[in-house]
């Protein structure tokens, strides 16, 4: 539901023609940034393996290892990704489409989306890693609290009431995926999950 409100605040960010370019460049943009997320959902079900692996063989010491270095790997990659990203954003936007509108629109909000990556593997990863343990609570309610109090309420702030457009938008998604990953690295560093019962 969260996120069909995102795109529905995207939507309303112009109307006409301008209103299919915006939404056309938050697509490709979101297209391109899956060379980060789809690997991080990888990562994060290899972390849910280990971990309740680990806790199975009452070894928490070995399943903390495991969701941390799967959060540090999937960190490596798509910080990497960013760089890429950031550079060359304009040539992977071009790979998609030659509507100059929608370039425009989409390589700024694309720029800034790069330096978020590393957040946005930790918000799956983390998570992952938890489920793994059993301790699903916490996941379900840091994502509420992220797309309810965080993107929604900001994508329309920065895109509708300041007039930043996808960009605007955007820093909704951004502010969300930081809340996210904080929250779930915190609560796998605090180690209660160690001791949820399944």
């Known amino acids: 539901m969260g996120q069909l409100l995102f795109v529905r605040i995207i939507n309303g960010l112009a109307g006409g023609d301008l209103q299919t370019d915006i939404y056309a460049a938050h697509i490709i943009g979101i297209r391109i940034e899956s060379l980060s997320y789809l690997p991080a959902f990888a990562w994060g079900i290899a972390a849910a393996t280990m971990v309740g692996q680990s806790l199975g063989a009452r070894d928490p010491s070995r399943a903390s290892r ?11 990659l798509t910080a990497m ?7 060359f954003a304009p040539q992977l936007y071009g790979l998609f489409t030659d509507a100059p509108r ?6 700024p909000a694309f720029r800034m989306l790069a330096f978020f990556q590393i957040p946005c593997a930790l918000m799956i990863i983390y998570p992952g890693a938890l489920r793994g343990a059993g301790d699903t609570r916490y996941p379900l309610l840091f994502t509420l609290l992220g797309m309810m109090a965080f993107r929604l309420p900001l994508a329309w702030f920065f895109g509708h009431a300041m007039g930043w457009g996808l960009c605007g938008a955007w820093i909704g998604m951004c502010a969300d995926m930081t809340l996210r990953a904080t929250l779930g690295a915190w609560r796998f560093a605090h180690g209660g999950w160690k001791r949820t019962r399944v």
């Open 66 to 76: 495991s969701g941390h270095l799967a959060a540090a790997q999937g960190a490596a």
């Open 81 to 87: 990704l960013g760089v890429l990203y950031f550079l």
């Open 102 to 107: 929608v370039i425009a629109i989409g390589v």
